[in-house]
């Protein structure tokens, strides 16, 4: 299985953005049976948790983000989106999309740019 990260975009902070992850060569019940992650890597940092959505749909933000975006998913699709409402420069990253815990191989993400 291969992460296909897209939506990525040059935004002005105040705006919005919806990046959207595909599961390529995931087998629907590995999918929908799996909790789901968006991560993000910011220039000099490491890789960091940012959004998770359990099978059955609930989901957990990091404070950094909370109430600003909102993972959600579709399994019969096996995708996974990240709406980014609000976004301020900070979040200038390349983002991510995975399993959360026991990883399918990483894509290569979808780089959000953000300038004030």
């Known amino acids: 299985v291969r992460m296909v990260e897209s939506g990525g975009d040059l935004v002005q902070a105040g705006g919005s953005l919806r990046l959207s992850c595909y599961a390529s060569?995931?087998?629907?019940?590995?999918?929908?049976?799996?909790?789901m992650a968006w991560y993000r890597q910011a220039p000099g940092k490491q890789r960091e948790l940012i959004a998770t959505?359990?099978?059955?749909?609930?989901?957990d933000h990091a404070d950094s983000v909370k109430g600003r975006f909102t993972i959600s998913r579709l399994n019969a699709k096996r995708m996974v989106y990240l709406q980014m409402n609000s976004v301020r420069p900070e979040d200038t990253a390349v983002y991510y999309c995975?399993?959360?815990?026991?990883?399918?191989?990483w894509g290569q993400g979808t780089r959000v740019t953000v300038f004030s």
């Open positions: 060569g995931a087998i629907l019940s590995d999918f929908s049976g799996n909790a």
């Open positions: 995975n399993r959360h815990g026991n990883r399918w191989t």
């Open positions: 959505i359990t099978s059955g749909g609930s989901t």
